[in-house]
């Protein structure tokens, strides 16, 4: 598979997702993010910052999202 069909089917996955799809995403993220365990503080850091990290890459997908949607940085 060459450069190109790589990106594009990258773009048609991105373009794909819906605000229930964001939402669903943006929940289970805040979910991980505010995990608490009285007894588990090793697994419970370690849901919080997978929660963390995830919130970063649903705004990096969401921004993709957006840029893919307007055609490029011109429009």
Request: proline share 3%; charged share 20%.
């Amino acid at each position: 598979m060459d450069s190109i069909t790589k990106i594009n089917k990258i773009c048609k996955s991105v373009l794909a997702l819906s605000k229930a799809d964001f939402s669903a995403i943006d929940k289970m993220a805040q979910e991980q993010s505010t995990y608490i365990h009285p007894f588990k503080g090793e697994t419970q850091a370690m849901f919080s910052e997978l929660g963390n990290h995830n919130q970063r890459v649903l705004a990096a997908l969401k921004n993709l999202h957006d840029v893919i949607l307007k055609g490029g940085p011109n429009n």
